[in-house]
């Protein structure tokens, strides 16, 4: 089993104690949070147990150094100066290095190695159910600060990894190891380093606890200045157009000024921690050591005997004091694990039924709102739909038209299962969309949104979105079908042309033509277009227009429009307000009928010319 498979499914979270991703939960007073990370990397445990081997077998490596030395001073130099055998100490000796440093190649590769490969499966897994989520996770927690954490907590948590927990289990197997050899060489002493060193850890985990919440919120300053970044950059034109280029900077000051001044009470905190632990271990070391100079000056210690110890001591000291440093990335990692671990709990709340009723085959288009009351998440107190109700039959053009709130492109969001209404049902070809899988509805279904969406992609894989497997000549059928064949074929590379992020090479009508012929490769029995004509000029308008009108034939199709020139030829017009349907007819009906829609269609086929005079 795989690590990607293994991390698909998280345990559910509960609904009520979930947190949004700007309001981070309180921090947590330990390590827990590492265990979905130690969790990813036991999924290569040939590489763990490679690691953890070099791991020992360097520290046992380090710690032999003091006993060559040992070797040398007793055996060595205190056989008369022998060369002989001052020689074979120090082969001994640097045979120890050569051990040391071919196990720390080996442990530094593994570890490197198994931090990006465990980074990889959580940006993998995070990613993949990211994708699952329903659009109302998104309407309350920012995508742009989501993304700040798929980068900048991950990387920390590569650092753990790939760095931090080899320091960490080294330091201890070295100060464990140490403390051991120190027995061995002089028990008086080294029993009271063992009794101080219950004044190293009580100060250790005070300073840790403290140091764990301002690391979580250090992490959040530093999500939001990635969303500050990327939402300016992302409207720069605007910004520019409105000179408010001053603005946003000083804006940024303030959120980087945030920031530093979290990282200086983090930064704070560590360096007391560090140089109280510091302090005290290396102050009980020399203490020791004091007393081990007397103990060679009266002749009960060796010469060699008190370098090890010297020696050892130090190793044992250090590797104390290098925990302290340690256990402070151990808690920033812990907080950037917690934080990517909330994106992974989250469940879509739309979601297969444990048994989906299949749709019929082939698919006849019908789509049916029955009595439909829906709220938004975001604004549950207001309605977007009220006992809706509306039966679209195969082959049928239903134009939907009303006032901005309406509730018209509530019906696209439900129709695709983006949403489940609180009240009422939808169907699909008789089929309650509860009942299916949301997957299969949505390849009934073929959407040309308000702007053309692109990818940072070539040509060829904007069309591919709508069908994968779509031919070379499938695609410029498409592409000719949706007016778009002579600007692709224009382009430098063709279909190959990569387009920029957003599609920026192309114009707003190119988008759109680009849109449609996406649409046109989906081949689906129900279509839906969202405005698809109201950010053109005319020349565009006409060619987009034209392309729906061969988009459209044979298929069922809801057309939400503002201009209500582009619907008078629709099959019926709804017409919504506040929720629900106040007039249904034709053109020529409801203009004759003195309602809602006669009142827009006057605004914009009667208005007069002085309405845009000076």
Known sequence: MDAQSTMEDPPVADASSRQSPEAPPPASRNLGPLRMVFAAAAHYPGRVAMAGAALVVTALATLAIPAGFRLIIDRGFSAGGNPDDIARWFEYLLMIVAVLALGTAVRFYMVSWLGERVVADIRLAVNRNLLRLAPSFFEENSPKEISSRMTADTAIIEQVVGT??????????????????????????????FLGIPVVIVPLVLFGRRLQAVSRTSQDRIADIGALIAEVLGALRVVQAFNQESREADRFAAAVERTFATAKRRISIRAVMTAVVIFLVFGAITLLMWRGALGVASGEITGGTIAAFVIT?????????????????????????????????????????ARPVA???????????????????????????????LKVEPGEAIAVVGPSGAGKSTLFQLAERFYDPQAGSIKLDGVPLTSADP????????????????????????????????????????????????????????????????????????????????????????????????????????????????????????????????????????????????????????????????????????????????
């Open 439 to 614: 997957a299969e509805i949505r390849r009934h279904i073929a959407l040309v949104p308000q702007e053309g969406v692109l990818f940072a992609a070539s040509a060829r894989d904007n069309l591919r979105y709508g069908n994968w497997d779509a031919s070379e000549d499938d695609l410029w059928q498409a592409a000719r079908a949706a007016n778009a064949e002579q600007f692709l074929r224009e382009l430098p590379d063709g279909l190959d042309t990569f387009l920029g992020e957003d599609g920026a090479r192309l114009s707003g009508g190119q988008r759109q033509r680009m849109a449609i012929a996406r649409a046109i490769l989906r081949d689906a029995p129900i279509l839906l277009l969202d405005e698809a004509t109201s950010a053109l000029d005319a020349e565009s308008e006409g060619l987009v227009q034209a392309a729906l009108e061969r988009l459209m034939e044979g298929r069922t199709t809801l057309v939400i429009a503002h201009r209500l020139a582009t619907v008078r030829n629709a099959d019926r017009i709804v017409v919504m307000d506040a929720g629900r349907i106040v007039e249904q007819g034709t053109h020529e009906e409801l203009s004759q009928a003195g309602g809602l829609y006669a009142r827009l269609a006057a605004l914009q086929f009667d208005m007069p010319a002085t309405t845009f005079a000076k």
């Open 164 to 193: 931090t927990v080899s320091v960490a289990l080294r330091n201890i197997i070295m100060a464990v190891g140490g403390t051991v050899y120190l027995f061995t060489l002089v028990p008086q002493l080294t029993l009271a380093l």
């Open 359 to 389: 749709l019929p085959e082939p698919p006849r288009g019908q789509i049916a709102f029955e009595n439909v009351t829906f709220r938004y998440p975001s604004r549950p107190e207001v309605a977007a739909l009220s006992g809706f109700t």
């Open 313 to 353: 001591g130090g190793l044992v000291a250090g590797s104390f004091g290098a925990l302290a440093e340690v256990y402070g990335d151990l808690v920033r990692g812990a907080g950037a694990a917690s934080r990517l671990s909330e994106l992974l709990a989250e469940r879509p709340l739309i979601a297969p039924p």
